[in-house]
């Protein structure tokens, strides 16, 4: 599939940034059929380029929910998400507009266990790299820079938790997204382990200019936020 004419992944994003924030969400909701939920209920709320953004609030409160509308995961019931001055629903493809923009950290990693770190991190990047020897050199450099240049050939399912998560932060970020969205990257990690996760997160974001949106239940990571955003019953709080 070839990427849309309206989208050129290198330059279409990087021109319109100048017209205002990078993500905006504009009367988002979002109904699940199933339970009858309205999770986000008329959400506004603006990202800009740079910024780092902790999202807060009580379990079912609609973190998640938020989350996938902020990483194009699934599209609102009704409301407007633009991205870099375009909106979202008239991009075409999502999965191709996720490749080359968005890097998604999962609550639960998401890596395939019997695949190595460098095959789980090369998965995403056939849109970004379509040459192999660029995916795989990719993959080792991005390996490499969260500290696992060591372990690029151990299967997932033979790496500790802080190492996958580390792998899943390499995959997130080796097809050079414009924002990396993270849910709960710290929930499974000691404190050391997870002021580590932070600071490469952090290190990423200052060195590459990647907007960081991260979802936690914990204080510690709220707080090295430039902004908090309090979620709670599918609606946005002041903190
Ligand atoms: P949080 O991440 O803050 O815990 P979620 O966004 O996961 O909250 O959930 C918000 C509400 O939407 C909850 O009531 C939850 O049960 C419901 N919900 C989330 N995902 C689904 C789904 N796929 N189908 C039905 N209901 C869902
Ligand atoms: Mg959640």
């Avoid at 075409?92 to 890596?111: E, K, M, N, T, V």
């Avoid at 660029?134 to 033979?158: F, S, T, Y």
């Amino acid at each position: 599939m070839s990427v849309p004419q309206n989208l050129s992944p290198d330059e279409s994003v990087k021109r319109n940034l100048d017209a205002g924030p990078l993500i905006e969400l504009r009367g988002v909701s979002k109904h699940y059929a199933d339970g009858d939920v309205d999770a986000l209920k008329r959400v506004d709320l603006a990202i800009h380029e740079g910024e780092f953004v902790a999202i807060v609030g009580p379990s079912g409160g609609g973190k998640s929910t938020l989350l996938n509308m902020l990483s194009a995961l699934d599209e609102p019931t009704s409301g407007e998400v633009w991205f870099a001055g375009k909106l979202l629903s008239q991009q075409g493809s999502l999965d191709q507009f996720r490749a080359h923009h968005i890097g998604f950290i999962f609550q639960s990693y998401h890596l395939l266990p019997n695949l190595t770190a460098q095959e789980n991190v090369q998965l995403t990047m056939f849109d970004t790299h379509p040459k192999v020897s660029e995916r795989k050199a990719e993959a080792i450099r991005w390996l490499q820079r969260v500290g696992l240049g060591d372990r690029v050939n151990h299967r997932a399912d033979r790496l500790s938790i802080g190492q996958r998560q580390r792998v899943a932060i390499a995959r997130a970020c080796a097809g050079g997204p414009s924002v990396i969205l993270a849910d709960e990257p710290t929930g499974a990690l000691d404190r050391a382990r997870g002021d580590e996760v932070m600071d490469l997160l952090d290190q990423i974001r200052k060195e590459d200019g990647t907007t960081l949106v991260v979802v936690t239940h914990d204080d510690r990571v709220a707080q090295r936020a430039d902004r908090i955003i309090y979620i709670c019953d599918g609606m946005l709080r002041a903190v």
